[in-house]
């Protein structure tokens, strides 16, 4: 997870001072460390399996994890959430859908110059549990929302 | 009047299953108004008006010439506020056009392009998304704009007729008219409210909000392509892109939209 | 139920005198018959199977089409709307086997469906109710519509007496046969829906077993 | 070339909040096409943001994250005028940098 990349995977990383700023910001941010994307994270097709090729071990639910996103989406390509951690140093903030094909939306490394608050939009093939997963102290916590995929048009 | 009232209660006798439903029924609609208030902060339409921009600005066509002194209405060009006084009477064509049938001319007179395949090609074509980035971008010069229609022009007032005449026009095998779902308020199709288009209330509620970026799709839609696809879901053949028929409808509900301010481009489901 | 089957058999004689003309919306002008035939005209073109013959009228909507009429009080278009309505009464192809209902597992199917007969819809495809798009059916679906009223505990409530079961299947199949311009397609009349599909949607409605009348 | 994205920084009492739209298909592989083929995946793998030169945010993202994406994040510190660039690159190796000034 946390190897650095090589220069040939990474299309923006190519060039040599790109890769001068990489390293130098890796110099003064030793916890945030440029990973390679997890493919096997992000191809896992189940929670325990998503969990797993990331290392979350034992995850716990925590009211210090907060996912807001709306009780009902319109429509599920686009269903915006947002995850903010009142854990003290968060490093990482995921987003999980338990019922998509991939279980893994989207994986935020959180340095010391960002809050760990995040944004984005997710696309859900139904109605499912959507989890947001923050890693504190190597420890994980949770916080879950069953998000109601529903039908807004004619549907024709 | 009587009898048909009495076939509607027979239908609605002892149906109306009542409060619970109606609670619950609430609770989905604030479900829902809260997801499109998360939508509303960061609006792709943005990326839409931007590629908008950059073509209008582009020299393109047989005379390399860029859309900048194009004559939306309010002068050659003018951007700024157009797209609020759309549909209106153009002297030099002699017809009532929208923003997209105006684009068209522009095309066609300053760059010398053949607009016929971009009438033909299918929306989601290459041609119709650069009509549809263009239209984003103007309307979104109006953005926070009254709208301002006018019908003193003896060919805009008949182009309001029409499109009133259009939208009680039944038809098809579903006997759909735009009415048929837009011509009442407070109803749902499954949980998109309809607002009555009809109504200087209504109406507004529509056209201000098209352009609008379709979340359903990833799609830009403009009222074209909007109008196409209410008549397609209405079981009718297409309507030609920039037809009377289609500028009418838009002359009936900008018309009505009467200082409302616009709100384009929008986000919709 | 009785009363409204007995009226809707006397309507056509109420209904014979003075229809035509009779306070027909005046739409102003440049908008007379021949400019909006000619716009119609020039302003669409066929697509898939959605073809201009689509645009062509029968009486029903050719009537509809006027809202002064379609939802006037004077009398006269009270008369016609009665006229309509006896006519579309007239079309109802009652169930060929006297079977009433079908399963309500492929009616709830039916109901959620709201595809077919649009220009990018495939001829000889099973078409769908649309019936959630306008009601309430089943608790368990949220997202209905409500342009039509709720037919949550249909058959709870009307039980499933010949009746109910006469006047929920004409309804089905042709809806303007009850009330002129109603908003509802007419199913049967129309050729949307199969003969089998009305009555796996009567089942979902009527059967004590549908969750409709849990 | 990918088009380019909307980037919009504003700093308050010493945060920057960094709100970025990206134009991107986010193809799922899941999909087919009218022929019934299946749409091969095409989605942006990895986002970074840099605030004036240094790396503050990183993700890493997978295909069911909605087409069109759009991203807001939260930097300690950060004053008007300061750059924020923003970067995404793709599975199929394209990359798009963009950036903007805080207001």
Redesign the interface.
Known sequence: MTTLPTTSRRGFLRGASALGLAVSALAALPRLALAAWNKAAFDAKALPDAYKAMGVENPTASADVQLIASDIAENGAVVPVQAISKIPNTTQISFLVEKNPNTLAALFDIGPDMLPDVTTRLKMGQTSNVIALVKADGKYFTATKEIKVTLGGCGG | ????L???L???A????GGA?RA??D??IE??E???E??R????A??FE??GEELWKKPDGPKKASLEKCDLGLGAGVVKGAYAQLPRYFKDTDRVQDAESRLLTCKEKLQGIDVGPIIKAPFGSHEKDDMNALVTYISGQSKGMPVKVSLSH??E??????G???F??????????C???H??S???????E?PALATTKGAPVGWTSWPA?R????QMWGMQWRLADC???Q??????YT????I?LSMFMSALSKDAKMDTPGIK? | MKNIVKLVALLPLLAAPALAGSNATDWGKGAGDAAFSAMLKNSFHDKGIATLSRLKQDATQAFCSDPARATGASKAAVAARAKIEAENLATIKWPTDGKWLGDWKAGEKIAQSGRGMTSSDKAGEANGGNCYNCHQISKAEIAYGTIGPSLHNYGKTRGNSEETMRYTWGKIYNAKAYNACSNMPRAGHMGILTEAQIRDLMALLLDPASPVNQ | MPNPMKIRATAKDGVTEVKVLMNHEMETGFRKDSSGAVIPAWFITDVTAKLKDKVVMQAQWGASVSKNPFLAFKIKGGAAGDKVVVTWTDNKGETRTDETTIA
């Open positions: 009047m009587r009898l048909r009495i076939a509607c027979a239908l609605t002892g149906l109306a299953a439903a619950e029924n609770q989905s479900g829902i809260k997801y499109r998360a939508l902060d960061g609006n792709p943005e990326l931007a590629q003896p060919k007032k008949a182009m309001f007729n029409l009133k005449r259009m009680y026009y039944e038809g098809g095998p579903y006997d759909f008219a009415a048929t779902c011509g009442q407070g109803a749902r199709i499954r949980l998109q309809l970026y979340v359903s799709a990833g008549f397609r879901q079981r009718f053949p297409e309507p030609n037809s009377d028929a289609t009418a489901r």
